[in-house]
């Protein structure tokens, strides 16, 4: 299977559709990596892991309606991407019990318990 995804990237990379060929040679790019999951038994082969992290992230955006200014997007990332950090490294997030009674703005509350611990 290896050899033949291989070998039909490599035509996509030659067709002549230039779409298809910057995809195709995007992918090459990464051929290595491409069957990792197959070869080593404790790949994940799936990005769930990922996917349930940035739930939380995507809940606050759709309950909250987001921020209304760069400088307030870049704050909620950078707290969400600490949040997130700590919790993976199994550590204490300073202040979580707090944080729904504390004088923060309710949806940074909320968007940080929604992510699953």
Known sequence: MESSVGRLLRRAAECGDATAQGEAKDILKHEPAL??????????????????????????????????????????????????????????VPGKPDLRRSSRPPALATALTLSPE
């Open 35 to 92: 069957f990792t999951f197959v070869l080593a038994t404790s790949a994940e082969p799936t990005n769930n892991a990922a996917e349930r992290a940035l739930r939380g992230a995507v809940l606050w955006r759709k309950i909250s309606f987001g921020t209304d200014s760069e400088h307030g997007s870049r704050f909620i990332e950078r707290i969400l991407t600490v949040v997130t950090t700590l919790r993976q490294l199994r550590r204490n």
